[in-house]
């Protein structure tokens, strides 16, 4: 991320327009500014984003790629983009490998015999059609993990027991997230027979928390589940005793060949250079168990909302606006690659991107990574997003999920950072519901994406090339 | 409960013994307080409650009746008396229907499918094998599905909608609670042949709640289950479309003869009037989802843990304390109703009882049911609660669930009231964990019963009898 180039922010100054003086450098008028803000206000006082997210979650529910559900919401959001005004509304195929959970149960037995509420994570193994049932090993870490000797794991069960901090920008995850993906085969490394994770997230509900994992080459592919917090303690409280707990597995999960999906685009198209677009999203698909409310119902009925407010702006913006609800985003950004690997090089018509997929917390900050020419837009932006006590922030931050292959790329980004203190309270549990969901928060967001995304499509000023590529997705 | 006499205070002044003038009335002088107190402030400082509780989560967990679990606790509950310094310790044969839960699933069918979470009630029959799917109708309460015409659910499931109200004191459960208990029988003559409720509970996570139902004699039995708080408003927002809504229920609950389980005693005998007794305790037996902490791990853990402080007392107090961890309270009180009908006319013999059951917030009241003259008692025993923030109150409440067999032939009662206001948001879920323990608030309690079961114990002055029968168990 560019620090403020004050040397660009002083040419701009130099070479701008009288009539574009009310943000100088940014390419934005007084008129542009005022057209976002009222966008801003009209969203404030009415949009459909909680309507949308309500029927997503009631009419069609849980979204796991590639089943019939999600099939339905791939025509749910065809639908609701033509209902919306849209210019253009069209789908792109995406594949992926397709996932199933089954049947998943688990208990510590002997003694001390109790069932434990579990999850699979995604793209797991099964337990082979029978349980395993076998002694666990504790590690604090995933790399006290990897510390272990080779085969001192042979046919245990490796229990990965590290919290997840709370914090406002979720980044309490990242630490923590690699026990998930990788914990399975560096567990195999060792001789293991299945992975056991403490669910990655921040409740103390009952609840344990799925998410994607990945074998590495050449490991053998053993079973991976999550454990809910209580049912990590409980674990890890025998084991302070000095006892010996075995646990039973019994885990169907299957990868039942090739899934497909679609991603769905709806277009508000511009007025003067149609061809640069500025994407904005959320993605359709959701795990298995909850009802995607928070992720990502919320994300694609934001800008989905803000979209339309656009198309029903007085004039289109000079660029053309790009909602995207993205296919497959769980297990692997399916959607995302599948688009960026077909825009190849029209990439660079990509002027930013910016994806909605941290739930339903009110926005806090305007964060970018964008050439230092573009600055003085972002710093345009941040004026009108301002009264929705959003800053503007110089540094930190990255683009969300499925913006990341485009960045990959060299396509700016920008993030309307949300607040995810209580996100991963719900995040991949059944407990993701629409009642989680703060309407009034919903439409703050709303006001936001679409003063955003207006004055990025109006403006004349380039945002570049990103300067680093991003994160992994989330 | 009879309002505070001042006849029999007065009359308790003029006889009072000069010595016994710390608390005129009361039977209890000066150094009958002073031990209480150092009861209560040594409690406070030290005690094996919170062990006691995670002990009996971590080495048993849950222990619905009859199982082979709960018959771990008999076992456990029987250790821990001794090992705390208890004179006596026996158990006592409890029988009682022996229903299972087995696999339970539900799901909306149709354009709209999508799982529910949900639990099947307590004592409820299964779906025979194979699942029923049929059509919803929607109640917003128990009075109005009795209203409905005969016949006009043929082949349907009955939906009551009915939410409950968090209040401190519980309140809220019991307007609603007459669904769940009569629920099925009330749809099943009006011909329906399944029953879901909304779940009794104050959160808005997804757990389903479950409780015993009964049914009525002379009308078939249909199964009967709770939907989380998420599900049911599911349902509530399709109907509420003008949707009509099919559900898939698989209950597979069995009723498997009779079991068997224990009531077990822990006794501190008294040093003058051993035969009068002073009964505390809570109940061993838990529903079968959660690790039954709140309910009623945390009773069983204060009252032992309040009568082991007095079993350590510099002097026995005159009658004895008997700590009863209740076998089998979840399905009926079937230990209280046994206990009480094996005392017969030996009941007179029970000063007052108290059972600690509504999980482990603080007591911020003491109330009792008992003759005018122990009323000075009562209020002895306040003095020394007081600074636990607890009052005393000469109106309201009622025994807790176990000790309303013995109120119900004359024990007199007394309540600790705790504070219930997040209890419905666990109770009766698989929510129901260690972790929503606060040791503090679990130390505090126990303080209280310690006092109060020592002064109660120690006075001359009898309880007399119950005025009113108790209330239904909860």
Redesign the interface.
């Known amino acids: 991320m560019i620090p403020r180039p004050l040397l660009a922010l002083a040419i701009g100054a130099l070479l701008v327009d009288p009539a574009r003086s009310a943000a100088p450098g940014s390419g934005l008028d007084a008129d542009d500014l005022a057209i976002a803000a009222a966008l801003r206000d009209g969203t404030l006082a009415s949009n459909p984003s909680y309507a949308l997210v309500?029927d997503l979650?009631?009419?069609?529910?849980?979204r796991l790629a590639g089943t019939?559900?999600d099939h339905r919401a791939v025509r749910w959001a065809e639908a609701r983009f033509k209902a919306l005004g849209y210019d253009r509304v069209w789908t792109q195929e995406v594949t992926f490998p397709y996932w199933r959970r089954g049947h998943e149960s688990g208990a510590?037995v002997g003694?001390?015999?109790?069932?434990l509420?579990l999850t699979t994570l995604g793209g797991s193994v099964g337990t082979g059609g029978r349980p395993i049932e076998t002694e666990v090993v504790m590690f604090p870490d995933l790399d006290a993990l990897k510390a272990a000797p080779d085969g001192s794991l042979a046919g245990k069960i490796a229990f990965i027991d590290r919290r997840m901090e709370r914090l406002r920008d979720g980044a309490g995850y990242g630490p923590v997230v690699g026990a998930r993906s990788d914990g399975a085969s560096e567990a195999a490394r060792k001789g293991a027979v299945a992975l056991l994770i403490r669910s990655v997230g921040t409740s103390?509900?009952?609840?344990a928390h799925t998410g994607q994992m990945r074998y590495a080459e050449g490991v053998p592919k053993i079973p991976a589940a999550a454990l809910s917090?209580?049912d990590a303690?409980?674990i890890a409280?025998?084991l302070a005793?000095g006892e010996t707990v075995r646990v039973r597995l019994d885990l169907a999960a299957v990868e039942a060949g090739i899934g497909h999906s679609w991603n769905v685009f709806g277009e508000v198209t511009g007025r003067e250079k149609p061809d640069e677009v500025v994407v904005i999203g959320g993605h359709l698909d959701s795990w298995d168990q909850?009802?995607g409310a928070l992720d990502d119902g919320a994300g694609v009925a934001i800008t989905m909302a803000a979209g339309a407010a656009i198309a029903k702006a007085p004039r289109r913006p000079a660029r053309t606006v790009r909602v995207i609800a993205w296919a497959s985003e769980e297990n692997g950004l399916m959607g995302a690659r599948q688009y960026a690997a077909s825009v190849g090089a029209g990439w660079a018509a990509h002027q930013v991107a910016a994806e909605s997929d941290f739930g339903a917390g009110r926005i806090y900050a305007l964060r970018a990574g964008a050439s230092p020419e573009a600055w003085p837009v972002v710093e345009a932006i941040g004026t009108v997003l301002a009264p929705l006590g959003i800053a503007t922030e110089s540094s930190g931050g990255g683009p969300g999920p499925d913006v990341g292959p485009l960045v990959a790329l060299g396509v700016p980004w920008a993030q309307l950072a949300q607040d995810g203190t209580d996100y991963f309270d719900y995040h991949h549990t059944?407990?993701d519901?629409?009642?989680?969901i703060d309407p009034a928060a919903l439409d703050q967001q709303v006001a936001a994406y679409a003063a955003f995304a207006w004055l990025a499509a109006e403006t004349d000023i380039d945002f570049g090339q990103a300067p680093v590529p991003p994160a992994g997705g989330r």
């Open positions: 309500e979650t009631t009419t069609v529910g849980p019939p559900a510590i003694a001390h015999a109790q069932p509420m103390r509900n009952r609840f917090t209580p303690d409980q409280r025998l005793r909850g009802t059944p407990n519901t629409l009642d989680k």
